[in-house]
């Protein structure tokens, strides 16, 4: 039993260790209260991981999902997800005729949980998920991403705070901050 001096040498190394180790996967930690924050602050919306996702969508007999993607358009046009259709956030009106479920994304999630939410509350009548970690997770996980019907290395990461989510290979060369 460690009493004293040897007590708060020994909690210091093992609690300096730890914010060391936190450190060295800042990343991680983030996205980990990152995500428990947009499920507290959303607790109706349902989510659907990128594996889940990507496996969903290769199995073209299977009834397939409208995807769509809540960021602005300024992000959109740099790249989204393969089928995905862009929303207007400040419009979200859809008509889910002919899908199995509407899958919406955004950046990292926060924003398109919003928008799950007020479909929700419109009524929409087929499974609304939020895509957990939304297009950053996405291609984090190697999944590809298009603009148009090309695949393209390039995320919009919204802001400099924002972008420090999405790895840095997936920024484009020129791009303008979200305000």
Same mark, same amino acid.
């Given at each position: 039993?460690?009493?004293?001096? =040897?007590?708060?040498? =020994?909690?210091? +190394?093992?609690?300096?260790?730890?914010?060391?180790?936190?450190?060295?996967?800042?990343?991680?930690?983030?996205?980990?209260?990152?995500?428990?924050?947009?499920?507290?602050?959303?607790?109706?919306?349902?989510?659907?991981?990128?594996?889940?996702?990507?496996?969903?969508?290769?199995?073209?007999?299977?009834?397939?999902?409208?995807?769509?993607?809540?960021?602005?358009?300024?992000?959109?046009?740099?790249?989204?997800?393969?089928?995905?259709?862009?929303?207007?956030?400040?419009?979200?009106?859809?008509?889910?005729?002919? *899908?199995? =479920?509407?899958?919406? *994304?955004?950046?990292?999630? *926060?924003?398109? =949980?919003?928008? %799950?939410?007020?479909?929700?509350?419109?009524?929409?009548?087929?499974?609304?998920?939020?895509?957990?970690?939304?297009?950053?997770?996405?291609? %984090?996980?190697?999944?590809?991403?298009?603009?148009?019907?090309?695949?393209?290395?390039?995320?919009?990461?919204?802001?400099?705070?924002?972008?420090? +989510?999405?790895?840095?290979?997936?920024?484009?060369?020129?791009?303008?901050?979200?305000?």
């Amino acid at each position: 039993m460690l009493t004293g001096k =040897a007590f708060v040498i =020994a909690a210091g +190394f093992l609690l300096g260790g730890s914010i060391f180790a936190l450190s060295l996967n800042w990343r991680g930690v983030s996205w980990f209260f990152l995500k428990r924050k947009i499920r507290l602050a959303f607790p109706t919306v349902e989510t659907i991981g990128v594996t889940e996702l990507a496996e969903w969508l290769a199995e073209p007999a299977r009834p397939q999902p409208l995807i769509l993607d809540t960021r602005t358009l300024q992000e959109y046009q740099i790249s989204h997800l393969p089928q995905a259709q862009w929303l207007d956030p400040d419009k979200s009106t859809v008509s889910g005729e002919n *899908y199995a =479920a509407i899958v919406v *994304y955004c950046s990292v999630g *926060y924003r398109s =949980a919003q928008v %799950a939410q007020t479909l929700q509350g419109q009524g929409v009548t087929l499974p609304v998920y939020n895509l957990e970690g939304s297009i950053f997770a996405w291609v %984090a996980t190697e999944h590809p991403v298009f603009q148009g019907e090309q695949v393209v290395q390039a995320v919009h990461p919204f802001n400099e705070t924002w972008g420090r +989510f999405l790895p840095v290979r997936w920024h484009p060369t020129h791009w303008e901050p979200i305000r």
